[in-house]
């Protein structure tokens, strides 16, 4: 009995957490396609704008299992970009954005690394140096 | 009645099983109330027994049917009737009884078997009623027998027949009904057995043997005269060339000559060029009781066929030769070729008294392996141009091929065949090979058409295809088992030729299957875009097999990509698992190569 009301309850919970997400999608899309519309001087229904937030949720629980089965068939248990770019390549100007953001992303990771190394190792000379420095002074003390 | 028969039946000195069946019978009939119709049947079938036993050889036949007809019948009657006789109550004679009965209670009314019935039964109905005291077989009713009878018709229809002549004689001397139909099944049934095969008489004889029903018309009566004309045509072309080709394909021919379903046996690829001149002049005599006219186009091509004959793929492709024929004709217009002719007519003289056979079965070979090389390289250069000559040549190849001939009997079917070919051919191309097209036409023989068939529809399948196909699809088929040896000619020569064509072949399958279970009529630019459709899809399909094997590092395609695939259309999902759906659809074939089985010394295949 117990068990059947956690479950419920659990059923609850998700079922709540998972309006709350379509809540989120749907005010998302809604923001979206009032840009759209003050762009192109067209409004849009409200009957549209649900349909395109129900939609994208859907497509993105069809992503979600896409992106782990490509995970899965690649060996890996950690999403990678290069599954999202698999998901991504049918069509072709989605593809390429993705990559050049990929790129971007990874230069500036790079550019962050090296920015860290540097640092660490200013880091490192200065701890080693006033440990040196306090050697130094104890010895010549 | 039934204890007259009795009383008869007690001068018997033999009490087989036979008479105590027929015993069992009389009293039975007479006991069962329902039994009227099957009491005078059992009666006035005891009277035709009993003068017909002693007749017939063989009590044990109809005991042993009566028997399995008792157990087929033993299921639906639950009663038995003892019939009085408690000495002679067996488990035969249960039967007997339940067999005599069986019509009356059965409940099952096949229609099919009512159908036949009527009309016999509307005789013998007559018979009934005229001829009750005779000792002729009285029918009893339709509906009951019916029903055991059809039953017992089909198992029992092979003696039936062979009985129904008996029973004819029978019938004709006014004899009773003997008793082997009779032993089929009890009276009534009987008797409404033998009525359905009245009726049906022609079914089995058709159903006996639906191979030769179906088989075309094979041989045809040879011509006895024009067979030993084209023997010596073929022995003169064939001798030299033949020679050292002979022994390899000497086996073929007596194989394919008589074979009906392998009419292109050995096309008769052509002959040497120098030979034929020789060939012309004898055969011209020798052509002349057969076929004058054709003699004399074949002169005129003769030399030219020759040529083309002997240029003709090693790998016997029926379209090699003529392409090889083409570039012959070629050779032979620039006059390079007469070098060969010297020695040909001498070899050709010469091997005139071998056998036809192995002439003509070597001869296409020997051709091709000649003159092979020659003439493929040049033929590739001008295909488009050289095409109709091409076509031409093929055809008066072929003619000689089939007047120097090898099986007079296949040859007129062969005849035929190519002369609708040629005519269609000449239909296109009206030159002045048509009349070596006639020759060909009256002797040609199926093999050479088909391979022409196949050659132009490789080469020129714009206007081949309307008037070839048809013959093409039912020539081409056979020619290729018997020559298995012959390469493809189309791989060499259709250079040109877009990649879409054996593409494309694959779809037209599919699009066949479509229109199939669309069950309309559908129009050709639907289905060519239902085409389209599908290449689209195969191609996006084996692009994303490729992707995914390359996302998991490999360069091969393995079964997880394909499973990765399905379950991104759907197919594959947590319910529904790749083995599941291989069980449903594969055949047991493909099953064992891809579902992990045990088999036997702890091996696992496919391994894991």
Redesign the interface.
Known sequence: MEEEEDGAAEEQQRFSYRQRLKAAVHYTVGCLCEEVASDREMPFSKQTIAAISELTFRQCETFAK?LE??AR???RSTINT??VK?LA?RSNSLLKYITEKNEELTQFNTEQKAKKKKQLENDNTKSVAPAEAEAAGKDGS | MAEAMADSYNGDSEPTTRTLLRRVLDTADTRTPRRRRSARVGAQKALLETPSSRRLSSPTKMNVRRHSHRVRSIGRLAHVHTSGNVEEQTPRTLLKNILLTAPESSIMRPESVVKPVPTPQVVQSSRRDSSRGSLELQLPELEPPTTLALGLLAPGRRKQRLRLSVFQQGMDQGLPLSQEPRGNASASSLTSSLNLTFATPLQPQSVQRPGLARRPPTRRAVDVGAFLQDLRDTSLALASPGDSLRTPVATLPADTVLEDTQPFSQPLVGRSPSGYHSLTCLSHTEVEDAERAVSLRTQSSGPRLQNHSLYVCPAESPGCWFLLHVRAESVLDQDTPNKYHPGKPAELLAGKAKKVDAHAVSFPNNSSAISGEDGVEPLQDGVDEEAEERMEESLSVSEVMDTTGTQGSVRTEKSKRHREMSEAVEAKEPEGSSGDEDISGRRASPELASSTTEFLQARQPQFLEPALPPSTAVLSSEPLEPLPTRLPPRARTPGPRPRQDPHKTGLSHYVKLFSFYAKMPMEKKALEMVEKCLDKYFQHLCDDLE??AA???RKTVKP??LE?LM??QGLVNDQVSLHVLVERYLPLEYRQLLIPCAFSGNSVFPAQ
Do not use: P, Y
């Open positions: 896409d089965m490509f068939h690649a060996k290069e599954d698999l390549r | 992707v995914f996302h998991a590092g997880e990509d990765l379950r991104r």
